[in-house]
């Protein structure tokens, strides 16, 4: 297993390229599932993550095709109806094709999700909601075998606006008789992404705040380039925050950032935004801030292990109070082993800031605290050892090439 041998204390500085977002990627390769026609997709991220969904759409008979970041899905004959064990108790993320097969086939069977250890994250909301769609759900210790004579349109109102529920029960939505309605949906930009593909299939979609209407639609092909990953952008900039840098991400939306940039000027750094580029320089005394994390467009969870790295060495108590993922918080023990002073009590974690950290080994434990313990490492004094890089290649593409692009000492050697 390889690990990342960091160096760490040099100030970042430089311009960065943002890839395509992960979080988009996964549901808009999804909803090739709904037309037998082919849908091309553009700027897809190279990433383990990203692979296994391919995969996944593989193995139920669709024909993937990859040329560099423009991925083409077409059908290879009939669809298969259930989904390979290996991809979707790897990757949370490949539980969204249930419903697609289901609109599709009538019948699909889908084992039990997997992906990052951050939480419960139940899928009683897509359940319920294919329920409340007229599919008849069987649940057994290793999978989830769902029926449906003709699904039907229907009110479904979340308990919480799920991105991954949202994202499902809007896309089988387009393929059930009359109109679907999901009330207290997530409107993260990931999701008004897949909206945008999904209208250019052919799908009829109101989005009237948290409520989206989906009318039952005749999908077809569709070429779409998907939108740029704030998760790579905020962990980059926080990155430069972190070593008292100046980093400019290039090619992003900087709507999709602003709740996270109005926490980096509450930190005292100075946030100019361009069209398409977002350049962020800290001063050297950073100050400490309170966040709360929760749906978009508040501060979002992904972001949230990265700001408590980039805090560790700020003047005086933080706290981020984290109201999406009550598991959020594995990133604490790495970068105690730092030096950091963080106490976690239930969801909140106080940081009390500390002068400089110190390099240590530590192992990453999933994507975003991976990301983290990367941005405590190239803020601290001396060498660092990171393990667990597949974690950090599941949501960051050429992690260690970017930055070595700002500055940093980062290589990647052999264990």
Not at 164 to 192: K, Q
Not at 281 to 306: C, E, K, M, S, Y
Not at 400 to 408: E, H, M, P, W
């Amino acid at each position: 297993m390889d690990v990342l041998n960091v160096e760490g204390g040099r100030r970042l500085a430089g311009r960065v390229s943002i890839e395509g977002a992960k979080n988009a990627a996964l549901p808009t390769c999804v909803a090739s599932l709904l037309t037998d026609e082919t849908v091309v997709l553009h700027r897809v991220p190279q990433l383990r993550d990203v692979s296994m969904i391919l995969f996944t759409l593989g193995s139920l008979r669709k024909r993937v095709v990859r040329n560099g970041k423009s991925v083409s899905i077409s059908e290879d004959g009939p669809l298969a109806p259930e989904a390979s064990a290996y991809s979707v108790k790897k990757m949370r993320a490949s539980f969204l094709v249930l419903g697609p097969l289901v609109a599709r086939l009538g019948h699909a069977v889908v084992p039990l999700p997997g992906g990052c250890s951050i939480g419960a994250r139940p899928i009683d909301f897509h359940l319920n909601g294919l329920r409340a769609l007229g599919a008849r759900v069987e649940e057994t210790a290793a999978a989830v075998l769902v029926d449906a004579d003709r699904l039907r349109g229907a009110r479904i109102e979340l308990p919480f606006p799920s991105v991954g529920a949202t994202e499902h029960l809007m896309m089988t939505g387009t393929l059930a008789a009359g109109t679907t309605e999901i009330v207290n949906a997530a409107i993260d930009p990931e999701v008004l992404d897949l909206v945008a593909l999904l209208r250019r299939m052919g799908a009829e979609i109101e989005v009237d705040g948290r409520t989206l209407r989906v009318a039952e639609s005749r999908m077809r092909g569709a070429e779409h380039t998907i939108i740029p990953d704030r998760m790579e952008a905020g962990t980059m900039l926080l990155a430069g925050v972190a070593t008292r840098g100046e980093v400019t991400a290039v090619d992003v939306c900087p709507e999709h950032l602003e709740s996270y940039l109005e926490a980096l000027r509450a930190m005292g750094a100075a946030v100019d935004c361009e069209a398409r580029d977002v350049t962020v320089a800290a001063p050297d005394g950073v100050r400490g801030i309170d966040v709360a994390t929760g749906p978009h467009p508040a501060f979002p969870t992904d972001l949230h292990p990265q700001l408590a790295a980039a805090l560790a060495c700020a003047d005086g108590t933080s706290q981020i109070v984290e109201t999406v993922f009550e598991g959020r918080t594995t990133y604490v023990d790495g970068l105690r082993a730092m030096g950091a002073q963080i106490a976690t009590d239930g969801r909140t974690a106080t940081i009390t800031g500390v002068e400089q950290l110190h390099g240590a080994e530590v192992e990453a434990p999933d994507i975003r605290a991976g990301a983290a313990l990367v941005i405590g490492a190239v803020a601290a004094r001396g060498t660092s050892r990171l393990a667990g890089l597949e974690h950090l290649e599941r949501g960051y593409d050429r992690l260690a090439d970017k930055l070595q692009s700002l500055g940093a000492c980062v290589e990647r050697r052999e264990a």
